[in-house]
């Protein structure tokens, strides 16, 4: 492709200089041609009025006081009736630009020029025009290799990441030419490779998943099925096979799960539930940790409020902030419930030096951390927030106060103000 950009570049070229230098050429050497006929007649002119000014004057006409009137490169013949004729300079042996002007008196007056001075004017000029084509050929030329660069290695480049797409290797490049054409091909490459990166992340965490949620329900099948083999007792056999279709109808719950999951990981996972079960559960499993650290976790705000999202989830989103609080925190660490509008929301908060000034638009941000942690699990937790429809927020730096947003349920009892434990 780079040899046929050169070539056609070239060849539009050439066909231009063609048509347009040999245009300029005849131009020029007609324009050359004239303008020296035009001078000789020019100079015929003015020696005839030289020569009439002097016989109307008497004066005398002698080859030295012409000499002076004309091109030393040109030859004059004056000729005067009852005289002999008078000649300047050589007169030219080739062809010759000839003219002659008359007089009134019968005077007449012959200049000529030879035809190679034109010739050699034609020829400066076809050299000036060469130059000038031999100058648009090599800039054609370079322009013709860099347009070739400019287009063939981008077109290498997005042959490469097509070909790292094939070979499994999904990550865009992001790599943009200047080119229209070339940047929407790239757009596009890098959004299939994006689709497939998320295709491959959602094959790996199925398979992680399934692996992990299927060992249990299989091994407690093999573990059904080794009894029936075992024993010839028909009611043991029978209550053993019911068992095993339980854990077959689980397995093929687990299974359908996974792949609702796989295909969109929002739904089908979101339920109400009692916010304060899964307050309490965390209050109780952390509470242990926070004694041997010499610290105290509380809660406090309303309760019998009712949420919709998975409580396995918020739970895992209370657990990553109270255990941020537990390793970067200080002092006591209180969990509040509270209602805003038609949200829940629960902010945990503690009493040590908070996030940092220049981390708190990053904080959840993977490994973005303030200490040497992995700077995880503030990003996990927003994810699993966002996957039930709620959101997480840190509200204030210094002290830090986290909200945990879920979408609420009007209860139908009472709500109260639960004290402080």
């Known amino acids: 492709m780079r040899r046929r950009l050169i070539n056609s570049t070239l060849a539009v070229v050439l066909v231009v200089i063609a048509v347009f230098g040999v245009s300029l050429v005849i131009v020029e050497t007609r324009t050359i041609s004239n303008s020296a006929q035009e001078s000789v007649d020019a100079e015929a002119f003015r020696l005839i009025s030289v020569v009439e000014s002097r016989l109307l004057g008497a004066e005398r006409i002698t080859p030295d006081v012409l000499s002076e009137q004309v091109d030393p490169t040109r030859y004059a013949r004056v000729e005067i009736p009852g005289r002999a004729p008078i000649e300047v300079g050589e007169r030219p042996t080739d062809g010759v630009i000839r003219s ?8 007449k007056v012959t200049v000529e020029e030879s035809r190679s001075t034109v010739t050699r004017e034609v020829g400066r000029t076809l050299l000036i025009i060469g130059a000038v084509a031999l100058l648009a050929i090599v800039s054609a030329v370079l322009l013709a290799v860099r347009q070739a660069n400019r287009l063939t290695s981008p077109l290498t480049d997005l042959a490469e990441t097509a070909e790292r797409l094939g070979s499994g290797d999904p990550r865009p490049r992001h790599k943009r030419y200047g080119v229209t054409e070339l940047d929407r091909v790239a757009d596009v490459l890098d959004s299939s490779a994006e689709r497939i990166a998320r295709m491959l992340t959602a094959e790996r965490r199925l398979a992680a998943d399934a692996s992990h949620q299927l060992r249990t329900p299989l091994t407690a099948l093999s573990m059904r099925i080794e009894e029936i083999s075992v024993t010839d007792d028909p009611d043991t056999v ?18 359908q799960r996974l792949l609702t999951n796989a295909r969109d ?17 965390q209050i109780e499993e952390w509470r242990p940790a926070y004694r041997s650290a010499g610290r105290a976790v509380v809660c406090s705000g309303k309760h019998g409020l009712e949420a919709v999202g998975t409580p396995g989830a ?4 209370l657990a990553a902030l109270i255990e941020n609080s537990l390793m970067h925190g200080g002092g006591t660490v209180a969990l509040r419930t509270r209602v805003t509008g038609n949200q829940v929301v629960v902010e945990v908060t503690d009493e040590g030096p908070g996030v940092p000034a220049d981390l708190g638009a990053r904080i959840f ?3 973005i951390s303030g200490r040497n942690s992995t700077g995880i699990g503030l990003a996990v937790a927003r994810d699993l927030a966002e996957a039930d429809g709620g959101r997480l927020e840190l509200l204030q730096q210094q002290p830090p106060v986290f909200a945990l947003f879920l979408s609420r349920v009007v209860p139908s009892r009472k709500e109260s103000v639960r004290p402080v434990r």
Do not use: H, Y
């Open 314 to 317: 918020v739970a895992q989103v």
């Open 365 to 367: 941000e993977r490994t």
């Open 100 to 107: 002659t002007e008359t007089g009134e008196q019968g005077e």
């Open 238 to 255: 029978k209550e053993e096979a019911n068992i095993a279709l339980t854990q077959v109808e689980r397995l093929t719950d687990v299974v």
């Open 265 to 281: 990981p929002r739904t089908g996972s979101a339920v109400v539930f009692d916010l304060d079960e899964v307050v309490k559960q």
